[in-house]
């Protein structure tokens, strides 16, 4: 189970942290990302960490997001800076296993606003 937390509604220009916790098994069996979605529009890649730690972040966020994991608190987070009101969405954990298999969170809005 994949739990976030963090979002909320804020500034342009503002700052936000997201957090994301797994219980009943632990995060460095997989590959963590974070995807957003907007209503109307598909779900897109936000930032994704392998389990050796390499990432890789969309277009859009590159320069302003930082994802980032703690296996030994079974977390993943994603710090947002300089935050547009484009960037607004609803922000989804994910999990990906050896296998390719996917696992979601149950996803928290973020609101960038004036």
């Known amino acids: 189970q994949l739990v976030e937390s963090g979002g909320g509604l804020v500034q342009p220009g503002g700052s936000l942290r997201l957090s994301c916790t797994t219980s009943?098994?632990?995060?460095?069996?997989?590959?963590m990302g974070w995807y957003r979605q907007v209503p109307g529009k598909q779900r897109e890649l936000v930032a994704k960490?392998?389990?050796?730690?390499?990432?890789n972040y969309g277009d859009s966020v590159k320069d302003r997001f930082t994802i980032s994991r703690d296996n030994a608190k079974n977390a993943v987070y994603l710090r947002m800076n300089n935050l547009e009101p484009d960037d607004t969405a609803v922000y989804y954990c994910?999990?990906?296993?050896?296998?390719?298999?996917?696992?979601w969170g149950q996803g928290t809005q973020v609101t960038v606003s004036s």
């Open positions: 994910n999990a990906q296993n050896v296998i390719g298999i996917n696992y």
């Open positions: 009943g098994t632990a995060t460095r069996q997989y590959h």
């Open positions: 960490i392998t389990r050796g730690f390499s990432v």
